[in-house]
């Protein structure tokens, strides 16, 4: 099985205990396969370093190390308009239709109002967990 996760998960995975955290946890214990892209490492790396609990630059250099050689990276070659009031999570539909996943675990109103985008399932940290 292969998801993208959004930034907001990893977010709430890496500073608080919870759903998130069980979904970062089940990527690591490999039950799952990680797609990323470039555009959504960047945005993870600008957020934990600019988040009201920023993490040290080793610590996001971990991070970002970790998804790099864990994660499927995709360029994504079809850019997609589908979410018009908040463009930038465009990225998540566009790396999971370029790296064939099965899901998008979110937290962001603007992908889970959308529940499904070509076949690949828009879910919340707790639906998620339960497919384990």
Known sequence: MRAVLDTNVFISGIHWKGASDKVVEAWGDDRFELVSSEEIIQELAETLLN??????????MHWISLIAAKAVIVAPLIKCDVIKADPDDNKFLEAAVEGNADYIVSQDHHLLD????????????????KLF
């Not at 959308?114 to 967990?129: A, C, R, T, Y």
Request: without cysteine; proline residues 8%; glycine residues 4%.
């Open 51 to 60: 988040f009201k609990k920023p993490l040290s630059q080793e610590d996001i």
């Open 114 to 129: 959308i529940e499904e985008f070509q076949g690949i399932k828009i879910v919340k940290p707790d639906e998620f967990l």
